[in-house]
């Protein structure tokens, strides 16, 4: 094992064990520093060159001037004349911003280069979401006259009744599901785990799939949601599952399985929930990633605020 790769490992066991991040990040966290320093192999100008340590000693100008994936000049990226999007590159930067203060840590350098560059300002998301009544008719396109049509009308009920995550229902156990107290245990992203309420209808939709829920195989017998072999539920099956049941409602958005997640969201809040309250429930660490949802109610807000405004 070369020199590079020796780091990586190790930088891959700080991001696993010492940060709990889950396998999905780490590995996405792995391949941006690998691909930075790749790109700065074929620099020019050799400000970095093929020695390893030379890499680990960049400064901040030579992150932020490579005319590659962090830059915050008009530099074309490796990736193509366009370069890349915003949000790629302030990821990429978080990427090596956590890897040069991991090396930091380990007193291999004083700072950390990326300390001196700019993240690039984001444009604000706003996600799409389906009305309340789109998301029924699409329940309602699901043939429940099968085991595979009750399994599937239990997936999208829990997607949208519990906010989750493509990876959190895929790997939704029998045991933490709680039906007669109401509410399911899931364990999200840093392995953190919440306690998320589950609805009478979707409550209903679980036991009605429970009942005709086909045999595990091996290792799989406390997963929920199963496949025809017996083995729990992939992304890409839940993803067919969503477009499948998208097209018989006639819908012609482009829904994913995280819209789901997205309409939860937006129709608490519409039906005035907390903003706190949809942060736990979503299992997110910042409030500022939960206000994105925000925007939906703004003609609620607006008319509530005129009514009842003593000027008006």
Not at 4 to 12: V, Y
Not at 60 to 76: H, I, L, R, Y
Not at 194 to 209: H, K, N, T
Not at 281 to 307: K, N, P, R
Request: glycine content about 8%; aromatic content about 8%.
């Amino acid at each position: 094992m070369d020199l590079l790769q020796k780091i990586l490992e190790d930088f891959s066991y700080y991001l696993t064990i010492e940060r709990g991040l889950s396998s999905n990040t780490e590995s996405s966290y792995r391949r941006d520093v690998e691909e930075f320093f790749t790109f700065c192999r074929k620099m020019p100008d050799a400000v970095v060159t093929d020695d390893i340590v030379s890499w680990l000693s960049a400064r901040s100008e030579n992150v932020a001037d490579t005319g590659g994936p962090f830059s915050t000049g008009s530099g074309k990226s490796h990736k193509g004349e366009g370069g890349v999007s915003r949000r790629s590159q302030a990821r990429l930067l978080s990427s090596l911003r956590s890897f040069f203060g991991w090396y930091v840590e380990d007193g291999n350098r004083s700072d950390n280069p990326c300390d001196g560059v700019d993240t690039p300002k984001l444009g604000r998301y706003l996600p799409d979401v389906m009305s309340v009544e789109e998301v029924s008719a699409v329940m309602d396109s699901v043939d429940l006259s099968s085991a595979t049509g009750r399994r599937d009308r239990a997936v999208l009920e829990v997607l949208y009744g519990c906010g989750l995550r493509v990876s959190e229902l895929s790997s939704l156990k029998i045991s933490d599901i709680y039906l007669e107290e109401g509410y399911v245990r899931v364990v999200g992203k840093g392995n953190k785990e919440r306690i998320i309420p589950i609805g009478e209808v979707a409550s209903g939709c679980v036991s009605d799939y429970l009942e005709v829920r086909g045999a595990p195989s091996s290792g799989c017998e406390d997963i929920l949601f199963l496949n025809r072999f017996g083995r729990a539920l992939s992304r890409v099956a839940v993803f067919k599952i969503v477009k499948e049941a998208v097209s018989a409602a006639g819908i012609y958005k482009n829904v994913s399985p995280h819209t789901f997640r997205h309409s939860f969201a937006t129709h608490l809040i519409e039906n005035g929930a907390d903003l706190r309250v949809v942060q736990e429930m979503l299992g997110h660490e910042s409030i500022l990633t939960t206000e994105i949802y925000t925007h939906v109610d703004s003609s609620t807000w607006q008319q509530a605020i005129l009514s009842h405004h003593p000027r008006n």
